[in-house]
């Protein structure tokens, strides 16, 4: 079974505004990851926040994460047409594991609109 | 190399055929991964490699799957007796500090 699942499965939005997508997960982790995948092929990692973190940005980038709520969000601000990818949120199976598989969500599908 | 890379990037077979997919990670990385992906889902993980042996399989779906690196470096991905519920994308991935996983641009495999 999967570990994170993304909401919402669909976003659509003009440029210039801001697009929050949010992830669940199930189990205790140590890291949550999101990735960034264009037209279905090889993704890009974007970010990592670790358990002991509760905000970090990057860029335009903003993620959260809420350990007692087993849940994250990123937020991408002034968002451009070129943003337009499905993301993806990614955890390792336990708190503690490294080295290991990433469980990954059904992912969110982001349109951004001239 | 730059990145990861994947060979093919499309294949096309038949029914029953045997197929093989290769990725070449990034120099240096010690792990490596492969996953699967069919249309509109995430990534579901397959294989995992640390050096030379997997450290993790469970992923595989059935005997028909098979995957070594037998040098620590490039990876075959092998598949037996495809079937059409085979058909995904199949992505390679390599990391050194097993956080942030680097992907290559996956192998698109049909079976008709």
């Known amino acids: 079974s999967q570990q994170g699942e993304e909401d919402p499965q669909a976003l659509s939005i003009q440029e210039g505004e801001n697009a929050t997508m949010n992830c669940s997960y199930k189990t205790s982790i140590n890291n949550l990851q999101w990735y960034r995948q264009n037209s279905g092929r090889g993704l890009v990692h974007l970010i990592l926040?670790?358990?002991?973190?509760r905000e970090k940005h990057s860029g335009r980038l903003r993620v959260t994460l809420d350990t007692s709520k087993k849940s994250s969000s990123l937020l991408i601000t002034a968002s451009r047409a070129a943003d337009t990818a499905s993301y993806f949120c990614?955890?390792?199976?336990?708190?503690?594991?490294?080295?290991?598989?990433?469980?990954f969500g059904r992912g969110t599908q982001l349109t951004v609109w001239p | 190399g730059a990145g990861v890379s994947q060979t093919p990037s499309n294949k096309v077979t038949e029914k029953g055929k045997y197929v093989e997919l290769r990725c070449d990670p990034i120099?240096?990385?010690?792990?490596l991964y492969w996953y699967r992906q069919s249309l509109g889902q995430g990534p579901e993980f397959l294989i995992y490699f640390q050096g030379t042996g997997a450290a993790d399989d469970s992923g595989l779906p059935n005997d028909r799957f098979f995957a070594v690196r037998p040098e620590g470096s490039v990876s075959t991905l092998k598949i037996q007796r495809t079937e059409r519920g085979d058909s995904a994308v199949y992505l390679c991935?390599?990391?050194?500090?097993?956080?942030?996983?680097?992907f290559g641009p996956g192998t698109r495999l049909t079976v008709l």
């Open positions: 120099s240096g990385h010690t792990a």
């Open positions: 990614a955890t390792p199976p336990r708190s503690g594991s490294t080295l290991g598989r990433l469980y």
């Open positions: 926040i670790r358990s002991n973190e």
């Open positions: 991935a390599s990391s050194s500090t097993g956080d942030e996983q680097f």
